[in-house]
């Protein structure tokens, strides 16, 4: 049995399946050439993550494939119900990653709300001449710790992130049109767990309450941010957006800021990746990250494991 992982796999994904007697290939083929390398090498199992497209015509033109992998949670680039029509078995990785969204969040919150994103440039120029006036410029930051936090999306990563935000002393508010409540879990070092019941409720409530918002939704046809939504926010609201591109109006988002609604916004993921738009990579009052959500060692671990585990279930 052959396992190509076209975008990489973690070293432990690839040991969990070579010790049980899998051949697994890390050659990253180009998407056009990928068709004839599946039918040359035979391969069983296509595992990609973001890069790599899995559409109609490959599913049709490679027999040879049985299951195709998503080291992740989303699989807009898999064609996944053609696919399972076909027979194929079709996998992803839903809970490996959701731990390192959050913490990337909340990197993102802390940054935000001490001014580090813009400290960290103009240190490095202007620390040793205008030190006091950096000084006056960044002193009025805002602590974390008893504000309330909004959730658009409590699945995983939503739920995810509002055990952090408990952790940091925040208040919860979380939207989901699929769910009544959540009850989250918080384990401790020492063994100690504390359990909280979250209500969702209407997405204008969390828009009209949050001091800081996080989206954790899936890619969908409209915007769920928007310049309507954003009239129904506190002003200086923070936000983050560790979801995927497009989810956030980012014309609206920079009208937004220059209105003073909006403070301050974190961005991993854009609507024009991988190039996005040059007023957005400018903007002071952004913290950027190339969408690094999931990138962690510790998720990369989790992820290949996962995958290997679930392939060695349904091949045996």
Request: glycine content about 8%; proline content about 3%; aromatic content about 6%.
């Amino acid at each position: 049995m052959k396992v190509l992982a076209n975008d990489g796999v973690s070293q432990s994904g690839i040991n969990a399946l070579e010790a049980a007697g899998y051949e697994v290939l890390t050659t990253t083929v180009a998407q056009e050439q990928l068709e004839n390398y599946i039918n040359d090498k035979n391969i069983d199992v296509l595992l990609v993550r973001s890069a790599t497209t899995v559409r109609k015509d490959l599913i049709d033109n490679c027999p040879s494939l049985k299951i195709i992998g998503r080291g992740g949670v989303g699989m807009d680039n898999i064609d996944v119900d053609y696919a399972r029509s076909k027979g194929l078995s079709v996998i992803n990785t839903p809970a490996a990653s959701s731990h390192s969204v959050a913490e990337l969040v909340f990197g993102h919150f802390y940054g935000l709300a001490r001014y580090l994103h813009n400290s960290n440039r103009d240190m490095p120029l202007e620390g040793d001449s205008k030190f006091k006036n950096l000084k006056k410029a960044y002193a009025k930051g805002t602590e974390l710790k008893g504000k309330t936090l909004g959730v658009l999306g409590f699945g995983r990563i939503g739920q995810a992130t509002a055990k952090v935000a408990l952790g940091a002393g925040m208040k919860v508010v979380a939207f989901d049109p699929f769910l009544e409540k959540a009850d989250l879990q918080l384990d401790f070092f020492d063994g100690q767990k504390v359990n909280f019941e979250i209500k969702t409720i209407s997405k204008e409530e969390v828009l009209k309450q949050s001091d800081f918002l996080t989206l954790h939704v899936p890619a969908q046809k409209d915007y769920v941010i928007d310049e309507a939504e954003f009239n129904q926010m506190k002003d200086g609201v923070i936000i983050a957006n560790a979801a995927r591109g497009g989810v956030v109006n980012e014309v609206a988002l920079v009208k937004a800021i220059e209105s003073g609604k909006v403070s301050r916004a974190a961005l991993d993921v854009f609507e024009k990746e991988p190039q996005p738009e040059i007023q957005l990579l400018m903007n002071p009052a952004l913290s950027l990250t190339p969408h690094t959500g999931a990138a962690t060692n510790e998720a990369q671990d989790r992820i290949g494991t996962e995958l290997a585990e679930q392939i060695i279930s349904i091949l045996g």
